[in-house]
């Protein structure tokens, strides 16, 4: 399947048992990963969940998922280098469970091209669920003008318009009328628990469709009071969302258009069941990730031996650049010693390589250890170069009129309201930057003068005015000084969150000229340090054979002839 499909996700809000998880759309892009929205899409997303290994369905609704993110944090401490050691690397670990097992090369069939297919897609879904606290599903339907949407309203509207035909024979004709009975009284007995016996035999009893197809022999059906039982147990069931939806059918006379809308609005119940499973579940999915996406790795990487080559040639380039930095500083420094072979920290190597990725070209593919937060890094780098432009926007302006904004106190929240929305996307291909910043430069020339003659001060001369903005328009070239120096001291802020033990506990020093976006900072910091710390996590194992192989060559080869001569 395209990686390109995206699946719309929206959350539908509410308190009741059947309602979804909270009131905000989401969109959620995924790698294999394609929802067409509607009833099928929510029956498989329940069965998937219920599947997953290790997860049972929850007891009562008592427990909150409101902690998961703060659980994903604190149980995904940085490793320190001593645990990395050569010592570590060298080591025998084919005998722990956790450690990847290497396959031979092979020709794979159609039949485990599929299995690989699914892996992945289960893969993707059960770190979404988990680690995405808005991920819900909604209903899409096709564009109305689109060739699938004409497609669709032709099919529905025969079928209805049959259904009223047959209903207005004289004698009626009830036997897709009795089929539509059938298939919502199995729908209503779906929503119902384990417990509720009175109401699954009331369902049983009155849409028994043995008898409906009696009294039709007889000309006797009742389909208003059948449908009418029918809402008014829609009501019972429904999310307090669904209640002017009821509404509307109790008003509905037209029996045909009125078993139309219970349908339709029996789909909707089914994506607020399947929310409610999700949020149900995460609790037990959470517990269980680590291993079961692990494992669902591992299962891919039997399946296909070339799923770690991207990952190989990611941390390879960043085993590159080390070694080009570590020769910089050798050049530089007169009495260092050339011939010794340097001494690469492996968790310096990975930290750098997850650095990396908060300016990845989106054009390349991503590694595959990282696609199931390609689109939560993606969003991150796009937010980081916001904050990029607004600190060097907040650098010019303090470092060339400095002294007419030093009272004003609120000055640097004033500068991100002008600046947010005039950025508000930026990283789109027809966004126009350079119209963007002289919009910002004007607006900050008004503020700044506006304060001055509030205060009786002289506002600032044409020539100060044009010099500010068109440093603030310069920003858009690409070997900007500036614009290099608050790059790199965000670089500098992200590797050192990366190098604490717990960043929950404190904060890195924010670096010089980043104080005007440091609550932006922090906020962006801890949602990047969450996902590089549950990556290490669950994908340490198989980091560690690559950087064996890349960092330890000779060890790595003995230990492949040792297993070799003792086979």
């Known amino acids: 399947m395209s990686r390109g499909v995206s699946a719309g996700l929206r959350c539908l809000g509410g308190c009741h048992p059947l309602c979804g998880v909270g009131g905000r759309e989401v969109v959620y892009t995924g790698p294999w990963l394609y929802c067409p929205g509607g009833a099928a899409a929510a029956a498989g997303l329940v069965y998937f969940v219920n599947k997953v290994k290790g997860i049972r369905m929850p007891l009562n609704d008592d427990q909150n998922s409101d902690s998961d993110s703060s659980r994903l944090s604190e149980s995904t401490a940085s490793s320190s280098d001593s645990e990395y050691s050569r010592q570590s690397f060298n080591s025998d670990s084919s005998s722990k469970p956790s450690s990847p097992a290497s396959s031979p090369p092979k020709v794979i069939t159609f039949d485990e091209l599929m299995a690989t297919t699914r892996n992945l897609s289960n893969w993707t879904l059960a770190h979404e669920i988990a680690v995405n606290a808005n991920f819900c599903i909604k209903h899409e339907d096709y564009p109305q003008n689109s060739f699938a949407g004409t497609v669709k309203q032709i099919v529905h509207k025969a079928f209805w318009d049959h259904l009223e035909s047959e209903l207005n024979e004289d004698p009626p004709e009830y036997k897709h009328a009795i089929k539509l009975f059938e298939e919502i009284k199995e729908i209503l007995l779906s929503f119902l628990t384990p417990g509720a016996n009175r109401i699954h035999n009331q369902i049983c009893e009155v849409l028994d469709t043995d008898l409906i197809r009696q009294q039709a022999e007889h000309n006797a059906v009742d389909i208003p009071g059948l449908a009418n039982y029918i809402i008014n147990t829609m009501g019972k069931l429904c999310a307090p969302i669904r209640d002017n939806d009821i509404k509307q059918l109790k008003a509905t006379d037209n029996i045909v258009e009125l078993l139309r809308q219970i349908f339709r609005v029996l789909d909707l119940m089914k994506m607020d069941m399947a929310n409610y499973t999700i949020k149900s579940l995460r609790p037990y999915l959470w517990h269980n990730l680590v291993d079961y996406e692990r494992t669902k790795f591992q299962e891919i990487l039997e399946e296909t031996p070339s799923a770690l080559n ?187 969150l990366l190098a604490l033990p717990s960043f929950q506990k404190c904060m890195p020093t924010m670096p010089g000229g980043l104080s005007v976006i440091q609550t932006e900072m922090e906020f962006l910091g801890s949602q990047y340090a969450s996902i590089v710390n549950f990556n290490k996590k669950v994908y340490g194992p198989f980091y560690a054979n690559i950087l064996r192989k890349l960092l330890f060559p000779e060890a790595a080869m003995e230990k492949t002839e040792a297993q070799t001569s003792s086979n």
């Open 310 to 496: 991207l990952t190989t040639e990611w941390i390879k380039e960043s085993i590159e650049d080390e070694l080009s930095s570590i020769s910089d500083e050798s050049s530089s420094s007169p009495g260092a010693d050339s011939s010794s072979k340097p001494i690469i920290s492996p968790t310096l190597v990975l930290n750098n390589g997850y650095l990396k990725l908060l300016q990845w070209d989106y054009c390349k593919t991503f590694p595959e250890t990282l696609i199931t937060d390609e689109v939560r890094l993606q969003e991150l780098r796009e937010k980081l170069n916001q904050l990029k432009v607004i600190a060097c926007v907040s650098l010019i302006t303090n470092n060339m009129v400095g002294a007419a904004i030093a009272d004003v106190p609120d000055f640097a929240d004033q500068l991100k309201r002008i600046s947010f929305p005039l950025l508000e996307g930026m990283n789109k291909k027809s966004f126009d930057l350079k119209e963007a910043l002289n919009a910002i430069g004007v607006q900050i020339c008004s503020t700044v003068n506006k304060s001055l003659s509030e205060r009786g001060l002289p506002t600032l001369s044409e020539e100060m005015q044009s010099n500010l903005m068109g440093q603030i328009a310069h920003i858009v070239e690409k070997n900007n000084p500036v614009c290099s120096l608050i790059d790199k001291r965000i670089q500098l802020f992200m590797r050192s």
